[in-house]
């Protein structure tokens, strides 16, 4: 059974600072990652895609990916009260299938 | 906005009802997903479409039907559910299915909070 683990937190992170939220998975040959944010009562909106190991900035947003290791990561700089949601990790595997994570729930603090 | 959009946004049915839920994407995409969202868990991929045709089937109960007309549109036919399939129901669409890279993005729709009572 091909997994894709995140710690269901809630991470709290004070406002300005950097939030740092995880996921692993189980499919070496896994192709692509997504990292998605859903606010409460929404549904899971796209904001970030790796597909290839390293580092991808975006605005206030990097993903960063490490096959080898077999996890990714997103780092959230000046972290503001509006950041507040979950986020969803999603991984396409060597099937093309899309595995989820279950979420992290982060909290940025006033 | 996604370009996904789904109706209705909330549905209250009793067990013996029939109902169904409709989800449009304006995107030109040509795959189409449904997904539940339960409370705590992940997302259950239900069926998935790719140029009209039903690709995926993920175990789901025969009182949950899909329907797929067109490449714009999708259904969900629900009857005689069970108050466990209370949920938040989502559509999705990306640019293919079974591609590489950026053509697996999914976009999704509001979705549709079933309360089954």
């Known amino acids: 059974q091909k997994e894709v683990e995140q710690n269901s937190g809630p991470l709290s992170v004070p406002e300005g600072a950097i939030a740092s939220l995880n996921c692993t998975y189980s499919d070496r040959g896994s192709q692509s990652f997504f990292w998605y944010r859903q606010y409460s009562g929404k549904s899971p909106e796209l904001i970030m895609s790796i597909y290839s190991n390293g580092d991808k900035e975006d605005g206030r947003f990097t993903a960063q990916l490490n096959k080898a290791s077999q996890y990714v990561s997103l780092l959230i700089r000046d972290s503001q009260p509006s950041d507040s949601a979950t986020y969803l990790c999603?991984?396409?595997?060597?099937?093309?299938?899309?595995?989820w994570g279950a979420g992290t729930k982060l909290i940025i603090k006033p | 906005e996604t370009g996904v959009t789904q109706t209705p946004r909330h549905l209250v049915m009793g067990m013996t009802n029939k109902k169904s839920l409709k989800c449009e994407q304006h995107?030109?995409?040509?795959?189409m997903y449904w997904y539940k969202q339960s409370a705590k868990k992940p997302l259950e991929l239900m069926f998935v479409y790719s140029l009209e045709e039903r690709v995926e089937n993920n175990s789901v109960p025969s009182r949950f039907s899909p329907e797929c007309p067109n490449s714009s549109h999708l259904f969900l036919h629900l009857h005689t559910l069970q108050p466990e399939d209370s949920a938040l129901y989502l559509c999705a669409s990306s640019q293919e299915w079974g591609g590489a890279g950026g053509l697996n993005e999914q976009f999704f729709g509001p979705g549709t909070r079933l309360t089954v009572l």
């Open positions: 995107l030109g995409h040509n795959a």
């Open positions: 999603a991984v396409l595997d060597s099937n093309y299938q899309l595995i």
